[in-house]
């Protein structure tokens, strides 16, 4: 069968990562295509030799040239395919208990799942989707049609990443696909908190649902404590905390629609220890460490500083603005969690760099955990590019 599909020869010795499941096939290991496929079709990806590794859809386009979804030469990418690895996905999420009417949750992780390309938030009743390469946005309808099969929502809504038109060459514009426009706010339940999604504005797919854990690790340390959550989006660490009993919660974001869903977010809770500023967290931080203010938790959960290799340096520099401020503002047995969404950033590069800090700043820094992303996040171990996002907790002594 293999025979009768298009053909994407590696050059030599670039085989080993794709032998290993990692799903992209970077223009530069390619050395040539044979059969002329059009973009989003089938592939199989051969070695130099003609040796079948995998198969994939085809993006002349994209600098991912290939993004591969099968290893087993005997299985076409075609729709009985896709059922399985989505309806597979969700089984993982029923098991979770996460997925459901009232709660919120990553149906289908990308890579994560074996999916490149395909990102899907369930809020509630309503799904999200997000198509991130070529060969699945042309599959849509389809894979649409699965995910409604499955799960029979009231809507499904199309958002799509900033840019990535441009990468893959993907015509998409953000709507509904299904059911109508949303309602303006949704709400969901995240370990015994309501929280408020808008869906169609909302950052993202409307909210940062790989946080949802340790939300609620570091509310678990709140009690009795004043608490700074710096970039704190629509609440999230903040509000778990106030609702923790936290003494005092400050909320700082940059993004005033952020902390208009915020405040309603509190109200909607009935938290009245927790206030938001909006400011460049950078310079309220400097302001606060300039005051004397103390903290007995503060949390740094910034946007995602690395895009390319290039800007990691740079980076860095930033992660370690915001972790010596920080570590200004602890009280002495205080508590920092500090997050990284970079996926160019390993969890040992940031480990080094609070140790920088903690030896600049005169104070003892315990690592008490080192956190991931809740288990709707899963990190496919052939691509350790799904394991973006890294949580450190720490005792400030
Ligand atoms: N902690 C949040 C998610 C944070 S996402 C949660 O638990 O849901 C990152 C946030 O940083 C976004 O809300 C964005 O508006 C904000 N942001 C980015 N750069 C900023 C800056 N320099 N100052 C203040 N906020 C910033």
């Not at 290893?71 to 989505?86: N, S, V």
């Not at 009417?101 to 989707?129: I, Q």
């Not at 009935?270 to 203010?293: M, P, S, W, Y």
């Not at 315990?366 to 973006?388: F, I, K, N, W």
Request: charged share 25%; aromatic share 6%.
């Amino acid at each position: 069968m293999s025979d009768m599909l298009p053909r994407v020869v590696l050059l030599p010795k670039r085989a080993r990562p794709f032998y290993g499941r990692h799903p992209w096939v970077f223009a530069g290991a390619v050395g040539a295509v044979e059969g002329d496929p059009a973009d989003g079709a089938e592939v199989d990806l051969v070695t130099n030799t003609g040796v079948f590794v995998a198969r994939g859809l085809f993006n002349g386009q994209s600098k991912i040239r290939v993004r591969l979804l099968s290893w087993d030469a005997d299985t076409r990418l075609d729709e009985e395919f896709f059922r399985k690895k989505i309806l597979s996905a969700i089984g993982l999420r029923d098991r979770l208990g996460l997925n459901g009417p009232g709660k919120g949750c990553r149906l289908v992780f990308s890579e994560g799942d074996g999916l490149s390309g395909l990102t899907v938030d369930h809020y509630d009743r309503w799904l999200v989707v997000q198509f991130t390469s070529l060969g699945l946005a042309q599959r849509r309808d389809r894979i649409v049609g699965i995910l409604e099969e499955a799960i029979r929502p009231e809507g499904v809504y199309l958002r799509t990443e900033k840019g990535i038109g441009q990468l893959e060459g993907l015509p998409l514009v953000d709507g509904p696909l299904s059911g109508g426009p949303p309602p303006g706010r949704i709400i969901i339940e995240e370990h015994g908190l309501k929280v408020l999604i808008d869906l169609a504005e909302g950052q993202k797919t409307g909210y940062y649902l790989d946080q949802r854990d340790n939300r609620q690790e570091v509310a678990r340390l709140s009690g009795g404590r004043r608490v700074l959550d710096a970039f704190c989006y629509s609440g999230g660490f903040g509000l778990h905390a106030a609702r923790a009993g936290a003494s005092e919660v400050i909320g700082v974001d940059g993004s005033a629609p952020a902390l208009a869903l915020a405040q309603e977010n509190a109200k909607l809770n009935e938290l009245e220890n927790i206030t938001f500023h909006k400011a460049d967290v950078f310079d309220d931080l400097e302001q606060r460490v300039g005051r004397g203010e103390k903290f007995g938790v503060v949390v740094l959960d910034p946007p995602k500083f690395a895009r390319s290799r290039n800007a990691v340096g740079d980076a860095l520099k930033g992660y370690n603005r915001l972790q010596t401020m920080a570590l200004r503002l602890l009280e002495p047995d205080g508590i920092l969690a500090t997050c990284c969404c970079s996926g160019l950033i390993t969890q040992d590069m940031l480990e080094e760099q609070l140790a920088n800090v903690a030896a600049l700043t005169h104070r003892d820094v315990q690592m008490l955990q080192r956190r991931g992303p809740s288990m709707d996040h899963p990190v496919a171990v052939g691509c350790l590019e799904t394991h973006y996002l890294k949580c450190l907790l720490a005792r400030v002594v």
